[in-house]
C-alpha cells in the first residue's frame, strides 16, 4: 500500500516567510542537507519535520533505510495531527511493515486521518469495514468513507464505490452510478475501472452500448497491464467486433495477458499456435500455453492438450497423460472429453 509524500503541502508551506531550514532542503531534493536541519526541529517538536525525517527513513532518502525509526518519528507527528503522518504510520500497521501487525491501531489512525479529511485514509478505512478486516464488517461505514474518499477524486476509492453500485452489495443496486463512478476512476488512470467500464460499453450494461469506447477503454486498461482488459481486448480484434479485424493484434494482447498468467488468454493463444492461425503454426508453443492453461483449471485446455498427447501430434505421444487430461476435463464438465473417456 502506497504511502503518501505530501509535496503540494510543503510546496505550499514553503513560500511562508517563516518556511525552516527542514522543508527548504526537503523540497529541494537536498536530502542529505536537509538530515540535521530535520533531525533538530522534530527534537524540537516540529510535526512537518518529524513527518519528513519519518519519510526520510522509511525509504531510506538521504540516510539509511530505517523502518523502525521512520515509525517512531511517524508516530511523533501523528499524535500532532498531522495527517499525512497517520496514514503512513496506519499503512505500516495495517501490513506489519517495519513494526508488529496490529489491525487496531491501523484503524485508529487510518480514522484520524479520515476524520481530517484524508482521502488515502478514508479509502484504506473504508476497505477494513468493507471486508470486516480488524473489525465488524459494516458496508454501510464502507459506502461512508469510500463516498468521502471518492467525492475528493480518490480512484481507488471511486472504483470501490463503482464495485458496491454495480453489485448491489450493502447498497441498492444502480448500474448508472456504477457507471459514473467508474469513469471518474478510469479518467484518473484507474486501470481496473477502464476494464469494467469498458465491459459496461460493450455489453449495454448500465450505458447505451458503444464498442468504440468499449475498445477505447480497454486499450487504456492494457496498456497499463490489467490483463483481463488485454484478453478482451483481443477477444473484440478476434472477432471485429466494434473495431478492425486484426490477427497481428488478437497474438499480441493474447500474449501480453498470457503472460501475466490469464488461462483463458493462454488457451486461446495455444490455440492459435496449434491450428497456425493468424501465426506460424508452432505445436511446441501450443503445448506450452495448453499446459500453462490446463494447470489453471481450464476445461478446454486439458481436452486440447489431452488430444495432442492422444494423437502424439507434434509431441511425443503418451496415452496415459492424455487419459489424465481428459478426465480432469470431464471432472469439470467438459463433455467431449467425457465422450473420450468412453470409446
Not at 527534537?43 to 518529524?50: K, P, T
Not at 496506519?90 to 489512525?109: P, R
Request: aromatic share 12%.
Amino acid at each position: 500500500m502506497k504511502k503518501l509524500v505530501s509535496f503540494g503541502l510543503l510546496i505550499l508551506c514553503s513560500f511562508s516567510s517563516y518556511a525552516n531550514e527542514c522543508e527548504i532542503y526537503w523540497l529541494m531534493g537536498s536530502n542529505e542537507e536537509a538530515f540535521t536541519p530535520c533531525k533538530v526541529e522534530a527534537e524540537q517538536g516540529n510535526a512537518e519535520a518529524q513527518y519528513i525525517l519519518g519519510l526520510m527513513y522509511d525509504e531510506g532518502d538521504g540516510i539509511e533505510q530505517d523502518v523502525q525509526k521512520a515509525a517512531y518519528w511517524y508516530k511523533k507527528a501523528a499524535a500532532k495531527g498531522k495527517s499525512d503522518a497517520q496514514f503512513n504510520l496506519a499503512v505500516m500497521y495495517d501490513e506489519g511493515d517495519g513494526i508488529e501487525q496490529d489491525k487496531q491501531k491501523a484503524l485508529y489512525w487510518y480514522t484520524k486521518a479520515a476524520e481530517q479529511g484524508n482521502s488515502n485514509s478514508q479509502n484504506n478505512l473504508g476497505l477494513m469495514y468493507d471486508k470486516g478486516d480488524g473489525i465488524e464488517q459494516d458496508k454501510q461505514m464502507a459506502l461512508y468513507w469510500y463516498t468521502k474518499a471518492a467525492e475528493k477524486g480518490e480512484s481507488n476509492a471511486q472504483y470501490n464505490l463503482a464495485i458496491m453500485y454495480e453489485k448491489g452489495d450493502g447498497v441498492e443496486q444502480d448500474k448508472q452510478k456504477a457507471a459514473y463512478w467508474y469513469t471518474k476512476a478510469a479518467e484518473h488512470g484507474n486501470a481496473n475501472s477502464q476494464n469494467n467500464l469498458a465491459v459496461m460499453y460493450e455489453k449495454g450494461d448500465g450505458v447505451e452500448q458503444d464498442k468504440q469506447k468499449a475498445a477505447y477503454w480497454y486499450t487504456k486498461a492494457a496498456e497499463k497491464g490489467e490483463s483481463n482488459a488485454q484478453f478482451n481486448l483481443a477477444l473484440m480484434y478476434d472477432e471485429g467486433d466494434g473495431i478492425e479485424h486484426d490477427k497481428q493484434k488478437v497474438i499480441y494482447w493474447y500474449t501480453k495477458a498470457a503472460e501475466k498468467g490469464h488461462p483463458s488468454a493462454q488457451n486461446n493463444l495455444a490455440f492459435m499456435y496449434d491450428k497456425g492461425d493468424g501465426v506460424e503454426q508452432d505445436k511446441q508453443k501450443a503445448v506450452y500455453w495448453f499446459t500453462k492453461s490446463a494447470q489453471q483449471g481450464v476445461p478446454d485446455a486439458q481436452y486440447n492438450l489431452a488430444l495432442i498427447y492422444d494423437k502424439g501430434d507434434g509431441i511425443k505421444q503418451d496415452k496415459s497423460l492424455a487419459n489424465e487430461y481428459f478426465k480432469q476435463s470431464c471432472d469439470l464438465g467438459f463433455e467431449r472429453a467425457c465422450n473420450k473417456l468412453k470409446k
